[in-house]
C-alpha cells in the first residue's frame, strides 16, 4: 500500500465517537448525549446511549441499566445491572462493561458482576471488545500498554499485540482479525493483524496519522533535506505533520468484513475539542 493511500481515509460521521459495528450495521455516540445506529442508507437514534454491536445482539445504556436488544429489531432480550458502566462490548452470549469511580480506577466486568480485571493506580482499562469467549481490551500506564484476550472462565490473561517503543490501544474485532492504534512520537497507525499473539510489525498498516506532538521541518530556514546517501538520490518520505494548533488523537476503533472505523480526537487552537469517526477500507489478510 502507497503513502499516499495510508494517509486516506473517509469521514463517516461528524460530531461523533465511539464506533461499534456487528452484522452489517454501524452504530455510535455523539456529543450531546445521542446515541445513533446507520442499517443500509438510513440512520435512527436509539433509546439509550454507548452502544455496543455483537453478534445478532445490540446493547445500550442508561444510567446504571443496561438493555441487549435483537440488533434487527431492537426489542430487548435482557436487562443488566451495570453500577458506574461507560462503555459496553456485546455478544450472542455475553456483556462486558467497564466502570470508573471517583478516584479515576478502571475495573473491567462480565455480566451481572463478575470483576474480570482491576486496573492499577495511575492506569487506564480501555473499552472492550468480545471475540468468542474471549473478553479483549487494552491497559495503558506508566510501565507502557499492551491488547490483553482474558477468559472469564480461568481469568487467564494473554498479550495479544505489545511494543515497548510504541502505545497500542483500542482493540476491535471481527471475530477473526484484530485492529488497533499504534502510536509512536512519529505517526499513529491503524493497524490489523490476526486475532492471536503476534508481533505488531507483522500486521497491516491501514491508516497513517500525524502523531498528537507536532515535529520540526526537519531543515533550517532556506535550505533543504540533504539526497547524498540515499539510493537514486531519493529522499524517504517524512512521516505526516500535523496542522499548526491542531493536535489530533485516534482512538475507540470499529472493524467491519471491509471497512475499519476509528475516532479521532481533535483539540483545535481557538476553537475547541471536536470529535469524528474516520472509515478506511479493511481488505482480508493476505
Known amino acids: 500500500m502507497s503513502t499516499a493511500a495510508q494517509t486516506a481515509f473517509g469521514l463517516f460521521a461528524g460530531s461523533a465517537y465511539d464506533p461499534a459495528a456487528a452484522a452489517g ?3 455510535w455516540q455523539r456529543p450531546n448525549g445521542t446515541a445513533l445506529l446507520r442499517r443500509g442508507d438510513a440512520t435512527s437514534a436509539l433509546p439509550g446511549g454507548h452502544p455496543a ?31 458506574g458502566a461507560d462503555v ?16 479515576g480506577r478502571d475495573r473491567l466486568w462480565l455480566g451481572e458482576g463478575q470483576l474480570l480485571l482491576e486496573a492499577p ?9 468480545l471475540a468468542g469467549g474471549l473478553v479483549l481490551c487494552h491497559t495503558a500506564g506508566r510501565r507502557g500498554s499492551r491488547l490483553l484476550a482474558i477468559d472469564p472462565a480461568t481469568g487467564a490473561q494473554q498479550v495479544l499485540r505489545a511494543d515497548p517503543a510504541a502505545q497500542i490501544t483500542n482493540p476491535a474485532t471481527d471475530g477473526s482479525r484484530l485492529l488497533y492504534v499504534h502510536a509512536t512520537g512519529e505517526t499513529q497507525q491503524l493497524r490489523v493483524g490476526a486475532l492471536a499473539p503476534a508481533d505488531p510489525a507483522a500486521d497491516a498498516v491501514l491508516l497513517v496519522h500525524a502523531s498528537p506532538g507536532r515535529r520540526d521541518r ?6 533543504h533535506r540533504h539526497r547524498q546517501g540515499y539510493p537514486g538520490r531519493r529522499r524517504p518520505a517524512l512521516p505526516p505533520r500535523s496542522a499548526p494548533g491542531v493536535v489530533a488523537t485516534l482512538w475507540s476503533t470499529a472493524l467491519t468484513p471491509d471497512t475499519a472505523y476509528v475516532t479521532r480526537l481533535r483539540a483545535i487552537r481557538g476553537k475547541g475539542r471536536t470529535a469524528d469517526i474516520l472509515s478506511v477500507p479493511a481488505p482480508p489478510l493476505g
Open 88 to 103: 459496553l462490548a456485546v455478544s450472542d452470549t455475553a456483556l462486558a462493561w467497564r466502570s470508573r469511580d471517583g478516584a
Open 218 to 223: 526537519e531543515h533550517e530556514p532556506g535550505r
Open 25 to 27: 450495521l454501524v452504530a
Open 121 to 129: 493506580a495511575g492506569a487506564e482499562i480501555g473499552r472492550p471488545a
Open 53 to 83: 454491536l455483537g453478534g445478532a445482539r445490540i446493547a445500550w445504556r442508561e444510567g446504571d441499566r443496561v438493555t441487549i436488544a435483537d440488533a434487527a429489531t431492537l426489542a430487548p432480550v435482557a436487562h443488566v445491572t451495570a453500577p
